[in-house]
């Protein structure tokens, strides 16, 4: 076997593999001969054809199943010899000529990366800490959760619930199949367009108002995306919310049996202190990712960048499959998802790059610590972990995590770190969007 290599650009290589003649028709002629033992041919007895009527009738196929055998065995064996590593399959062209078999294998390589700019790279760690604020806070969105609604004699404010009769028309024409009856609202919950829940502030029950507001230009229905309605509303009641008081029943529905406030409190402190530290970690890992991407150029192999897309698509292509329409009909361009791509390959790339010249090696104390951490998010913690324990897929998930993590603190070890105080909702919040 002979082996030349050509660079035809940064990642792309061809690779010209020769396979001499004569070992070719040594595998040709082998599997001839193993062939006449098994195959009928009319006029002989099975096994008892001569040979050059097998060769004469088999020799073509035969010969094309052992060049594409030899591609196979041979390819592998080149890129070893020539200490390539290909990203993505190959281009593959044979040709058969005087001298034995041919065969060009067109690829991108793997790119070399230097990691000399991650030494001093400057990287904004989040900070942040849960307050008696905080809970309080939180204590409200409990209440708000269980709210109920009472019937008030008196004009709607924001946060009330508002029940309507209503018809809305776009140039003249009715499009809520007339009017709808008794359709409740809560002003500022943002459940219609914009400008409709606030034209109903200020109106008591028996009360009638004519307004317009307009419809978003990504409206989920063409007919009505952008234009500006004319609603026609009457009202039928108000509502003013009531919430819950925190006694010993409030403090029972949420886990703490003996109702104490005290115990209440910790142990809502408790899970927003988890929750905390889990969306710091991610925020911190977040802004390292970021860093890295700008401060470590790398060319990313166009294969890898496509396959990527495609696994960025996939989501687009199920949910298309369940509505039962054609993926083509939602006019995803693939070049929407190429900069996310080329994003997350490139920082995997980088990724893989630093633990291998870090040397970071798995802790699996720390996959260990990670599982119990999640499984405090659930009623029953041990049945949580049993079950990343009993598959060997979900546990190599949370490892590659770790390994990330791991990565993530040797590289904010190298860098420039600035601490950047924020306060828990407003981290939660940007963590939620």
Excluded at 101 to 114: C, D, L, N
Excluded at 272 to 282: F, I, P, S, T, V
């Amino acid at each position: 076997m002979q082996v030349s290599v050509e660079k035809t650009s940064e990642l792309s290589r061809k690779m010209i593999v020769s396979v001499a003649e004569d070992v070719v028709q040594q595998k040709v002629a082998e599997r001839l001969k193993s062939l006449s033992k098994n195959v009928k041919i009319d006029g002989f007895r099975p096994g008892k054809a001569p040979q050059q009527v097998i060769n004469k009738l088999y020799g073509e196929r035969v010969r094309g199943e052992v060049t594409g055998d030899l591609i196979q065995s041979t390819y592998f064996e080149a890129l070893t010899k020539e200490q390539l590593r290909p990203a993505g399959y190959p281009n593959i062209h044979s040709a058969d000529d005087s001298e034995g078999f041919k065969y060009t294998a067109e690829f991108e390589v793997y790119p070399e990366i230097s990691l000399d700019g991650v030494n001093g790279m400057e990287v904004k760690r989040p900070v942040a800490a849960v307050t008696e604020s905080d809970v309080d806070a939180m204590i409200e969105k409990l209440r708000t959760r269980q709210k109920t609604w009472q019937t008030v004699e008196r004009a709607s404010q924001a946060q009330d619930r508002i029940t309507i009769s209503f018809s809305g028309s776009v140039d003249g024409e009715n499009f809520t199949d007339g009017k709808v009856e008794e359709y409740p609202v809560e002003i500022g919950a943002g459940q219609m367009i914009p400008g409709f829940e606030d034209s109903l502030i200020g109106l008591a029950a028996g009360a009638q108002k004519t307004f317009t507001a307009t419809f978003p230009e990504n409206y989920g229905k063409d007919t009505l995306a952008g234009k500006a309605a004319e609603f026609e509303v009457e009202v039928v009641k108000v509502e003013a919310s009531v919430l819950p008081e925190v006694d010993a029943d409030f403090i029972k529905k949420h886990g703490i049996e003996d109702g104490d406030v005290a115990a209440f409190r910790d142990d809502i402190r408790n899970t927003m202190e988890r929750q905390l530290a889990q969306a710091l970690a991610a925020r911190l890992k977040n802004t390292v990712m970021d860093a890295l991407y700008g401060a470590v150029p790398v060319t990313v192999p166009n294969a890898l960048i496509d396959s990527e897309i495609e696994n960025l698509m996939a989501p687009y292509k199920e949910n298309a499959k369940k509505r039962k329409v054609k993926f083509e009909d939602l006019e995803l361009p693939k070049d929407l998802f190429e900069e996310q791509a080329k994003r997350r390959v490139a920082v995997g790339l980088i990724l893989a790059e630093v633990i291998d010249q870090g040397e970071i090696k798995l802790d699996n104390d720390r996959v260990r610590s990670t599982i119990e951490e999640m499984s405090q998010n659930y009623e029953h913690p041990q049945d949580v972990i049993n079950w990343y324990y009993a598959d060997e897929k979900r546990l190599d998930d949370v490892k590659n995590m770790v390994l990330e993590d791991q990565a993530v603190d040797w590289l904010v070890a190298k860098a420039k770190v600035q601490d950047e105080a924020l306060s828990f909702y407003d981290l939660m919040d940007n963590q939620a969007r």
